[in-house]
Nanobody
């Protein structure tokens, strides 16, 4: 079992930056692939970024590639999402997710989810 808690969301102007964190409980965090997803009002939850258990291979949605960076610190049981050059269309609730398997980019492949943190980008 893994419990996930996101933090770091907030209100930011377009062009600004935020750093989201996902703190995980459990001794086996380092064995889990992790991902960030987001859901805007009236839209389905969508993939943002994912990272392997080792922090090696990373994957990004085309809409955030070059602006967002996913990383993890297994010693701290924490995953991060550095979001730069934010746009209004990045406004959403951001969720972190974990799976005890190889990294994946679809919501249905993840077993554990946090409660989400709101990111609002104003113009």
């Amino acid at each position: 079992q893994v419990q996930l808690v996101e933090s770091g969301g907030g209100l930011v102007q377009a062009g600004g930056s935020l750093r989201l964190s996902c703190a995980a409980s459990g001794r086996t965090f380092s064995r889990y692939a992790m991902g960030w997803f987001r859901q805007a009002p009236g839209k389905e939850r969508e993939f943002v970024a994912a990272i392997s258990w080792s922090g090696g291979p990373t994957y990004y949605a085309g809409s955030v590639k070059g602006r967002f960076t996913i990383s993890r610190d297994n010693a701290k049981n924490t995953m991060y999402l550095q979001a730069n050059s934010l746009k209004r269309e990045d406004t959403a609730v951001y969720y972190c997710a974990a799976r005890n398997a190889v990294v994946a980019t679809t919501t249905t492949n993840y077993d554990y989810w946090g409660q989400g943190t709101q990111v609002t980008v104003s113009s």
